[in-house]
């Protein structure tokens, strides 16, 4: 056996032990490594510490330093998380339905963890421990893999949290990390379907789509995310301009951002320029059709076809005029990953219609794409959002965790 089957071997038969924990001390868990991870708080940040300097020497853009970045208050919103995530409902048991067929049999639904969970994602060691607490919560044993610019955050974060696992009287092995962060590993990882049960990739679309075509474990896709505003023709344009700079600005590497902004021609000589002088306090490159680039001029630079599809993950835009809201949402069915779209609007029946045809996991009226959190949603966190459309949609909370089996009560029934 390789070091990663072995690893895995131990975390399956960890998972046996989840699987029955009860409520209490799986709560006792997270708190407990709520309590570690604040009182080791300068282990993890001195780590990441680490980790940025080399991100720094290597060249990496400011976007990806700023989700690779730890600070105390970071860390004090996961804790935050790792709580919210223990006051809610234990999904685990919960019985869905349960009826008397007419031979007399119980038959019942009930809810169980999916196993063991194995994750690959990127630069991110919030997620580490996002991740690890709701496989926990959901009675799941999980491996992590993150990428090598995290290695030292997530090897502090998962020893921190290892070691509060055994003092809650779990095994450590519900919680572990692949050491070696080679593609060679991930490539293995994406295989072992004798010991993972599922596999979450968690980043950016090359990751995605490498392990939804290469991995024998079962897959759930994760954070492609091209995500549109349309600024329709009977929009409030300030509250356009606002909710743009927000969907693009807050924080453009995370796959809620906006990556593309489509303007009703009627209004879009007025919405540009209310909405440039905020975008331009990021200095976002514009990347523009036509005629957005004849109402821009230099400010703009002409949009390759490409642009039509890219997930910029940087303080860059692409703009497109349309006609009509119905091109809007052509658009948008055919250039979208499926995650979150929006639309500014005041007329209702307008938003109705975007509502019913734009295909995606979230779709809102006249708010910002970056609310599409696991947080936001009242989930506690998330271990990804899901762009697919078989088994979970959307935020991936507790109940996206778990499967079902049926439990089927008897008195010598025969077939």
């Known amino acids: 056996m390789t070091t990663l089957e072995i690893q895995c071997a131990a975390v399956k038969r960890a998972s046996r032990t989840l699987s029955i924990a009860g409520t209490a001390i799986k709560n006792r868990a997270l708190e ?65 339905r349960m009826e008397t067929r007419p031979n007399g049999l119980i038959i019942g639904r009930r809810r169980v963890p999916l196993g063991v969970v194995a994750i690959i994602y990127e630069a991110r060691p919030n997620v580490t421990v996002d991740a690890a607490a709701l496989c926990l919560k959901s009675g799941n044993a999980c491996v992590l893999r993150g990428g090598s610019e995290a290695i030292r955050s997530n090897r502090a974060a998962v020893e921190i949290m290892r070691d509060a696992l055994a003092d809650a009287g779990l095994p450590e092995d519900c919680i572990a990390l692949v050491q070696d962060t080679s593609r060679e590993t991930a490539n293995e990882l994406m295989g072992l379907d004798k010991y993972i049960d599922v596999l979450i990739p968690r980043g950016g679309a090359g990751l995605i789509r490498s392990v939804a075509k290469n991995a024998s474990v079962p897959v759930i896709r994760t954070g492609e995310g091209v995500c549109h505003i349309y600024i329709d023709k009977d929009a409030d344009l300030q509250m356009g301009a ?174």
Not at 65 to 73: G, N, V, Y
Not at 245 to 269: G, Q, T
């Open 32 to 96: 407990s490594i709520a309590r570690a991870l604040i009182e080791n708080q300068d282990k993890w940040l001195r780590a990441n510490s680490q980790d940025l300097d080399a991100a720094k020497a290597q060249g990496m853009r400011p976007s990806l330093l700023d989700r690779l970045a730890l600070t105390p208050e970071r860390v004090s919103g996961v804790v935050e998380g790792l709580r919210q995530v223990a006051a809610l409902p234990d999904p685990i048991g919960k019985v869905d």
């Open 242 to 415: 606002e909710i743009l700079f927000n969907a693009k600005c807050s924080r453009p590497s995370v796959c809620n951002a906006a990556e593309c902004v489509l303007v009703h021609r009627d209004i879009a000589k007025e919405f540009l320029a209310a909405a440039v002088p905020l975008l331009d306090r990021h200095e976002v490159e514009l990347r523009c059709d036509g005629e957005a680039l004849a109402l821009l001029g230099s400010r703009g630079i002409p949009a390759t076809e490409e642009d039509w599809d890219a997930e910029y993950g940087d303080y860059a835009l692409a703009v497109r005029i349309v006609g009509s809201a119905g091109e809007a949402v052509d658009f948008i069915n055919a250039h979208s990953t499926g995650h979150s779209e929006s639309i500014v609007t005041r007329d209702y029946f307008t938003a109705q219609s975007f509502l019913d045809q734009v295909d995606a996991a979230a779709v809102y009226v006249n708010a910002s794409t970056r609310f599409t959190d696991g947080g936001e949603f009242g989930l506690g966190a998330e271990i990804g959002i899901s762009t697919q459309k078989m088994h979970a949609r959307g935020p991936m909370g507790l109940e996206e965790l778990t499967s079902c089996k049926y439990i089927i009560y008897g008195q010598g029934q025969v077939r």
